[in-house]
RNA sequence: GCCCCGGUGGUGGAAUUGGUAGACACGCAGGACUUAAAAUCCUGUGACCCGCAACGGUCGUAACGGUUCAACUCCGUUCCGGGGCACCA
């Protein structure tokens, strides 16, 4: 009897199919465990070997928990929403709810194909309405809510209306954002209703305000900064410029310091970590204000306030940097200058954003204007410069050139006179950006260090009320609308100029269906051209859609409750699964998906929806999968090719083959002269009779023919093989390159399994006779390694602790159920077809998927004696085998009879004897 | 430039807390079975030195230095690769 994987495999998907083994319930006395896979968008090209990677993972760890008597959630859906299915309509005509419902077959067949235990009753689609109508309802809940620093959570609108009723906003009740202007109780009821509602949309969670945008005229269509290449469209290579739009915004920004301190609670990588505390970029300072000194009498007395988060060196000051975007800047410059920052501003607006980011040229100009030094009232310089950017700080700053590297640069290239205030610390010739310098020639502050001179400085400047301690985030408030077609409409309707938010029963607001999908006019999204769906109510519909991310934030709440119709998700419910206990996914969301993400969970905890404010406990990123693509090497002008070890002899150009055709880095020939009409007359150079072609790693993408699908590998192998594979490749988390010649090992691995209980031509092998010793100890060290393993997340060890046990069992040709049922149930995450089947014909008739993990015995796993190694001096030279309770004495007493060691010691006594129990010994000599 | 992660045989990788470096697997070489092939099994396989061989020795985890009885593991410096951030004040 043969291991027919094909059979088998089908068999059991179907019987599981059938019996709904991984339908999962909600109310057990099973305590939960959460395991999730960033869900995937289903694109048109379909999964590759890379995109199983954490799926398999997350699918032998949820199966393993399973095992362990957890009450596991392991669900599965599709980001449905997003950009390229709305651009396969436009370029092909076909509806992007048909495409995406195409993609989305095709994705599932695929993952159906590696056998998980997915519980497909959850399945959730972002772009289906009985799930966008809860992305909507929760967008109302930020609408409806606003941002207490007091507290420092969100909390409904109407408090805050509350408190303007009786103190209107300028108390220190309440945090006022810096476009509002300040009214008193009185003022705000004498307010109209729609000048009510323009303020309170600048309290609100999700607001309206404007924003700049990637316009392509051409296209009539606003691009992602990906779509956009230096400066022109992506497609058709149109030009784009900066357009401003009204968007929507969410207000993360509120969120940076519970962001920032909620990643000390979670378990995720330190580089994840790491990665979004940058993204939040917190920096403390100070904000100071200078005086200007300019012709125009009007602006004499409007401070320049800048941004520093070195207050210690504002004696260094030389000159001042302001953006060349700045609103103060025109009204202080002096006539003589007008034209040439007139002239600079031109040129800067001219360029992209990439471009003046990637400038490495100082460029800059005088505004002729001067500032005064709050201290010392010395007369500083006022620049612009690009390299001051108007959206961080206050968009201008104190140039420091003998303590920032930029700024002195700057100093050196215009020539500007540099003061030193750390003496013999700074030579001239680069920025002394270190903190632990004592500062000179700064008069109150002379000899002090960053810190100290900081505080001193903020102190003095605080009473003299020319500045004040300030915190800054490089996080900005997420642009929360895009002027597409496929994504969730708003529940919001604009009357008369005022955004009024739709109620609970009004939604879903569906997404109507559009025949032709065409940009509106104005940057306007598709959807301002279906008049009739438009108007609604006596006012206009919202035409932008939501991102994205917007889908993908709460997504995880959802398949604990999915077909609810009442609500998002029961609150028992959510109570009951909590947090996400195991999140598995790709760095690349590490501060897109994941900050949205949490910021939703962190607003739905204080508006009391659900009981836990950080979604993810733990996060494991697995690694990407690289190509191995293969490169062939034709002479420049000829179609002839010249194997690898040969090119050096040629002028060649060379060219990525479709790996598919190639055996280890020998070309099939004859494969190759079929590939493509141009190959067909194609000569070799070989050497030793062969075609050989370079290696490389990259990508795996179309383009190099480098891509690995799965379904042929499992039509090839069978899905426990290439799962096994997938993990036995190497750690989860770490980038590996594809290598399909390896998966051989694997595969036998399951066939000398299979034969553990069936012998090719002789048939059934197990029995039921009592197990030995030895034979339990290799059953029970393997439960120990397999069980610490799956643990760690060590998945290829695992694997390889399973194969070290079928050797062994194999060489003691031990074929007994009492020691195989066991470790089929250790090996069936990993491989649960084959485990299944042969969990039946060991005589079973219940699942294998429902039995318990084993429990090993220390007894099996502890031996009585060890084979030490000795070392002289740190270098192994032999070894004893020791009886494992033996003390030093009886240690040193039979080492130094060793017959060995006596040679090494040459007569000589050890000066000391090392002796580390159940480790090794080591003799000082 | 700053921050994070990594660098181990021909290859993927193992070594969980400082305690036998190279588990497991691929590949390769030799052999068995077979008319032959596939499949399977056995043996060898980090480099170098001595030797018929057993055995033995030296070196070896990117490089150099340090701590330690003992370092892939800890510390310092440098090089290389990958990722993130970026004229961020």
């Known amino acids: 009897m043969e291991y027919s994987?094909?059979?088998?495999?089908?068999?059991?998907?179907?019987?599981?199919?059938?019996?709904?083994?991984?339908?999962?319930?909600?109310?057990?006395?099973?305590?939960?465990?959460?395991?999730?896979?960033?869900?995937?968008?289903?694109?048109?090209?379909?999964?590759?070997?890379?995109?199983?990677?954490?799926?398999?993972?997350?699918?032998?760890?949820?199966?393993?928990?399973?095992?362990?008597?957890?009450?596991?959630?392991?669900?599965?859906?599709?980001?449905?929403?997003?950009?390229?299915?709305?651009?396969?309509?436009?370029?092909h005509g076909i509806h992007p709810a048909i495409s995406t419902e195409e993609n989305i077959n095709n994705f599932r067949k695929q993952l159906d194909n590696i056998g998980f235990c997915y519980d497909w009753n959850r399945e959730v689609r972002t772009s289906d309405s009985s799930y966008y109508k809860w992305t909507q309802w929760i967008f109302l809940q930020l609408f409806n809510a606003w941002f207490d620093r007091k507290k420092n959570k969100a909390v409904p609108i109407s408090e805050v209306v509350k408190i303007f009723e009786t103190h209107g906003n300028n108390n220190g009740e309440v945090h006022c954002p810096d476009s509002v202007v300040t009214f008193s109780a009185n003022e705000w009821k004498l307010f109209t209703e729609k000048e009510r509602m323009e303020i309170l949309m600048q309290y609100r969670l999700v607001y309206c305000g404007y924003g700049e945008v990637n316009w392509c005229e051409k296209l009539g269509t606003v691009l992602a900064n990906d779509e956009v290449i230096n400066g022109l469209s992506e497609r058709g290579s149109h030009p784009v410029i900066k357009k401003k739009l009204r968007q929507w915004y969410l207000r993360i920004t509120d969120?940076?310091?519970?962001?920032?301190?909620?990643?000390?609670?979670?378990?995720?990588?330190?580089?994840?970590?790491e990665m979004q505390s940058n993204w939040i970029g917190k920096s403390s300072g100070a904000e100071i204000n200078f005086a200007v000194q300019t012709t125009n009498p009007a602006y004499q007395k409007t401070p320049l306030v800048v941004y520093t988060t070195r207050p210690d060196t504002i004696f260094g000051v030389d000159f001042m940097v302001v953006a060349p975007e700045h609103e103060l800047l025109l009204q202080i410059v002096t006539d003589s200058q007008k034209k040439s920052v007139e002239d600079y501003i031109t040129l800067v607006k001219s360029r992209s954003d990439r471009e003046r980011m990637a400038e490495k040229k100082i460029t800059g100009v005088f505004s002729g204007a001067s500032a005064i030094h709050p201290f010392n009232g010395k007369q500083i310089p006022i620049w612009i410069s690009e390299y001051v950017l108007i959206g961080y700080g206050t968009g201008a700053i104190m140039a420091v050139p003998c303590g920032d590297q930029r700024d002195f640069l700057f100093a050196k290239h215009f020539a500007i006179p540099i003061t030193n205030i750390?003496?013999?610390?700074?030579?001239?010739?680069?920025?002394?950006?270190?903190?632990?310098?004592?500062?000179?020639?700064?008069?109150?502050?002379?000899?002090?260090?960053?810190?100290?001179?900081?505080?001193?400085?903020?102190?003095?400047?605080?009473?003299?009320?020319?500045?004040?301690?300030?915190?800054?985030?490089?996080?900005?408030?997420?642009?929360?609308?895009?002027?597409?077609?496929?994504?969730?409409?708003?529940?919001?309707?604009?009357?008369?100029?005022?955004?009024?938010?739709?109620?609970?029963?009004?939604?879903?607001?569906?997404?109507?269906?559009?025949?032709?999908?065409?940009?509106?006019?104005?940057?306007?999204g598709p959807l301002s051209n279906l008049n009739e769906w438009k108007?609604?109510?006596?006012?206009?519909?919202?035409?932008?859609?939501?991102?994205?991310?917007?889908?993908?934030?709460?997504?995880?709440?959802?398949?604990?409750?999915?077909?609810?119709?009442?609500?998002?998700?029961?609150?028992?419910?959510?109570?009951?699964?909590?947090?996400?206990?195991?999140?598995?996914?790709?760095?690349?969301?590490?501060?897109?998906?994941?900050?949205?993400?949490?910021?939703?969970t962190k607003?739905?905890?204080?508006?009391?929806?659900?009981?836990?404010?950080?979604?993810?406990?733990?996060?494991?990123?697995?690694?990407?999968?690289?190509?191995?693509?293969?490169?062939?090497?034709?002479?420049?002008?000829?179609?002839?090719?010249?194997?690898?070890?040969?090119?050096?002899?040629?002028?060649?150009?060379?060219?990525?083959?479709?790996?598919?055709?190639?055996?280890?880095?020998?070309?099939?020939?004859?494969?190759?002269?079929?590939?493509?009409?141009?190959?067909?007359?194609?000569?070799?150079?070989?050497?030793?009779?062969?075609?050989?072609?370079?290696?490389?790693?990259?990508?795996?993408?179309?383009?190099?023919?480098?891509?690995?699908?799965?379904?042929?590998?499992?039509e090839k192998y069978g899905a426990d093989t290439f799962r096994m594979y997938e993990m036995f490749l190497g750690p989860?988390?770490?980038?590996?390159?594809?290598?399909?010649?390896?998966?051989?090992?694997?595969?036998?691995?399951?066939?000398?399994?299979?034969?553990?209980?069936?012998?090719?031509?002789?048939?059934?092998?197990?029995?039921?006779?009592?197990?030995?010793?030895?034979?339990?100890?290799?059953?029970?060290?393997t439960i120990k390694k397999v069980e610490e393993n799956t643990e760690r997340f060590s998945f290829n060890t695992g694997v390889s602790a399973l194969m070290i046990c079928v050797n062994e069992l194999t060489e003691l040709k031990c074929y007994k159920k009492e020691i195989l049922e066991?470790?089929?149930?250790?090996?069936?995450?990993?491989?649960?077809?084959?485990?299944?089947?042969?969990?039946?014909?060991?005589?079973?008739?219940?699942?294998?998927?429902?039995?318990?993990?084993?429990?090993?015995?220390?007894?099996?796993?502890?031996?009585?004696?060890?084979?030490?190694?000795?070392?002289?001096?740190?270098?192994?030279?032999?070894?004893?085998?020791?009886?494992?309770?033996?003390?030093?004495?009886?240690?040193?007493?039979?080492?130094?009879?060793?017959?060995?060691?006596?040679?090494?010691?040459?007569?000589?006594?050890?000066?000391?004897?090392?002796?580390?129990?159940?480790?090794?010994?080591?003799?000082?000599?």
């Open 5 to 91: 994987f094909r059979n088998i495999e089908k068999k059991w998907q179907q019987n599981w199919k059938d019996n709904l083994v991984y339908k999962v319930e909600n109310n057990t006395s099973l305590p939960k465990y959460y395991v999730l896979d960033m869900f995937p968008y289903p694109s048109g090209a379909g999964l590759h070997v890379g995109h199983p990677l954490g799926y398999i993972a997350s699918d032998i760890y949820s199966r393993y928990k399973r095992l362990k008597g957890f009450n596991v959630l392991h669900p599965m859906g599709y980001d449905a929403f997003g950009l390229p299915a709305e651009q396969y309509a436009i370029d």
């Open 255 to 273: 969120y940076a310091d519970r962001l920032l301190s909620g990643l000390e609670q979670v378990d995720f990588s330190e580089s994840m970590k």
């Open 422 to 524: 750390f003496g013999t610390q700074f030579n001239n010739e680069e920025a002394n950006q270190a903190k632990n310098v004592l500062l000179e020639n700064s008069d109150f502050i002379n000899g002090m260090t960053t810190q100290i001179a900081s505080d001193l400085v903020i102190e003095k400047l605080a009473e003299k009320k020319m500045g004040n301690r300030k915190v800054n985030y490089k996080i900005h408030d997420a642009a929360f609308s895009r002027q597409r077609y496929w994504g969730e409409p708003f529940p919001i309707v604009w009357k008369n100029g005022t955004a009024v938010a739709l109620s609970e029963d009004q939604l879903p607001v569906q997404l109507p269906n559009m025949k032709e999908i065409l940009p509106g006019l104005d940057g306007e």
């Open 822 to 925: 066991p470790l089929l149930v250790l090996l069936s995450p990993y491989a649960p077809h084959i485990t299944e089947e042969l969990f039946h014909e060991l005589g079973n008739t219940t699942t294998i998927l429902k039995t318990s993990f084993p429990i090993w015995d220390e007894k099996y796993c502890t031996e009585a004696v060890k084979t030490y190694p000795i070392a002289i001096n740190g270098k192994t030279r032999t070894e004893i085998t020791i009886p494992l309770e033996a003390d030093q004495q009886q240690v040193e007493n039979i080492v130094l009879q060793n017959e060995k060691v006596m040679k090494w010691l040459d007569g000589n006594q050890p000066k000391k004897i090392i002796y580390i129990k159940n480790k090794m010994i080591n003799l000082v000599v």
């Open 535 to 600: 108007n609604f109510d006596r006012g206009v519909r919202e035409v932008n859609t939501m991102p994205g991310y917007a889908g993908s934030s709460w997504y995880f709440l959802r398949y604990m409750d999915p077909k609810n119709e009442k609500e998002f998700c029961n609150r028992q419910i959510s109570d009951y699964w909590g947090q996400v206990d195991l999140y598995i996914g790709g760095t690349e969301h590490a501060v897109g998906h994941l900050l949205y993400s949490r910021m939703w």
């Open 732 to 781: 989860v988390e770490q980038d590996k390159p594809w290598d399909t010649k390896g998966i051989e090992g694997v595969h036998r691995f399951l066939k000398k399994l299979w034969r553990l209980f069936y012998e090719d031509q002789k048939g059934k092998r197990w029995t039921i006779e009592k197990a030995t010793e030895p034979e339990l100890k290799v059953l029970h060290k």
């Open 603 to 714: 607003c739905l905890f204080d508006l009391g929806f659900i009981g836990f404010d950080e979604p993810y406990k733990k996060l494991v990123n697995q690694g990407k999968i690289g190509g191995d693509s293969r490169i062939v090497y034709r002479i420049h002008g000829t179609n002839q090719f010249v194997s690898e070890g040969l090119k050096e002899k040629y002028e060649t150009d060379e060219l990525h083959v479709d790996v598919n055709m190639v055996n280890g880095k020998e070309l099939d020939l004859k494969k190759f002269k079929s590939w493509k009409p141009e190959f067909k007359n194609a000569s070799f150079l070989l050497e030793d009779g062969k075609y050989l072609c370079e290696s490389r790693l990259e990508k795996m993408s179309k383009r190099y023919f480098n891509v690995v699908n799965p379904d042929e590998v499992v």
